[in-house]
């Protein structure tokens, strides 16, 4: 083989084989099932809460932040500090439960009673909340830190 052409050929593979390796590997990360251990370490989160358009409630609208700690066993434990309709809640401790089934999707439920549905990316990275309580409005976001 020429030497161009063998220069060639080795700059075409170095640009097409990480490409494929990329692509195999978001392959593989898209089959992958998860589960409660899906959610493992501290995550840091922010939410918002309002009230129905027809309803007036103290505390709404509400804003949340801080981080929440996962076991990978179906348990959660965190601290949030909370701006409710103006008041403050600096640090307070939270806890919940937590379902993952096999497509990213289940449910958490806070020590309070309240409950979310909750979506998370396939490797455990984010994920997204929204409560299912009737008459309820509230969203959370997370992020693996």
């Known amino acids: 083989m020429k ?4 220069s060639m050929s080795l700059v075409l593979a170095g640009m097409i084989l990480p490409g494929v390796a990329l692509g ?6 898209q089959d992958e099932e998860c589960s409660v251990a899906t959610l493992f370490g501290e995550y840091l989160f922010t939410g918002r809460a309002d ?8 505390g709404l609208p509400s804003v ?17 500090s909370q701006s409710r309709g103006g008041v403050t809640f600096s640090r307070r401790n939270v ?5 993952l089934d096999s497509n990213c999707m289940g449910t958490i439920t806070f020590s309070g009673g309240e ?9 455990g ?3 997204n909340f929204i409560r299912v309580d ?12």
Do not use: L
């Open 95 to 99: 806890s919940a439960t937590y379902i």
């Open 24 to 29: 195999s590997e978001r392959k593989n990360h």
């Open 3 to 6: 030497p161009i052409v063998r």
């Open 125 to 127: 990275g984010e994920g």
């Open 64 to 80: 949340f932040a801080g981080v929440f700690t996962f076991n990978g066993e179906g348990e959660m434990s965190g601290v949030s």
């Open 115 to 123: 409950r979310f549905d909750i979506f998370i990316a396939r490797d």
């Open 134 to 145: 009737e008459g309820s409005i509230a969203t959370r976001t997370i992020r693996r830190q």
């Open 51 to 58: 009230a129905p358009a027809y309803a007036h409630t103290a």
